[in-house]
């Protein structure tokens, strides 16, 4: 999904340098590629979301837990 596109399907776009969802393999180059539009519908299978402000009560089996860390630190500076 790319921000800007406003509509619910695929769009063939050319990408340059600095755009997101491409990176420039060789200078100058420009490549056309088929990218999603930013309006949600009832086609998506899946939808990745990130929570930004914790609100007033609790999401059930979301926000009334607490999970740990899955990973430990790389470094044992920073363990110590």
Do not use: W
């Not at 063939?12 to 930013?38: A, Q």
């Not at 009560?57 to 470094?75: A, C, F, Q, S, V």
Request: proline share 5%.
């Amino acid at each position: 999904m790319k921000q800007g596109i406003l509509c619910n399907h695929r769009v063939r776009l050319l990408f340059k340098k600095g755009m997101s969802c491409y990176r420039e393999r060789r200078k100058g180059c420009r490549k056309r590629k088929s990218v999603r539009g930013c309006v949600v519908g009832p086609d998506l299978a899946t939808l990745s979301l990130v929570l930004i402000k914790k609100g007033a009560e609790e999401i059930p089996g979301l926000t009334d837990d607490n999970k740990p860390r899955r990973l430990g630190p790389k470094r044992a500076s920073n363990i110590r």
